[in-house]
């Protein structure tokens, strides 16, 4: 599991999958989101933009990213 550290009081799903090195480029994050590929708390998240707070747990191709303050 990837953890991601705040360093505001949340983050942008298109970053934290940048951020976390499961893709390379915004453009990437886009497309896999869009696709339906990600899941963020359990739900299919279709939105680039979601915000993530602190707690949430984000979910691509086996990989899980879990979102801390």
Known sequence: MEIIK??????????A??????CETGSDAKAVIQDGLVKVNGETELQRGKKL??????SFEGNTI????
């Open 6 to 15: 705040l360093k505001d009081d949340f983050i942008k799903l298109g970053q």
């Open 17 to 22: 999958l940048k951020a976390s090195g499961l």
């Open 53 to 58: 707070y602190d707690g949430d747990v984000v």
């Open 66 to 69: 879990q979102i801390v303050k």
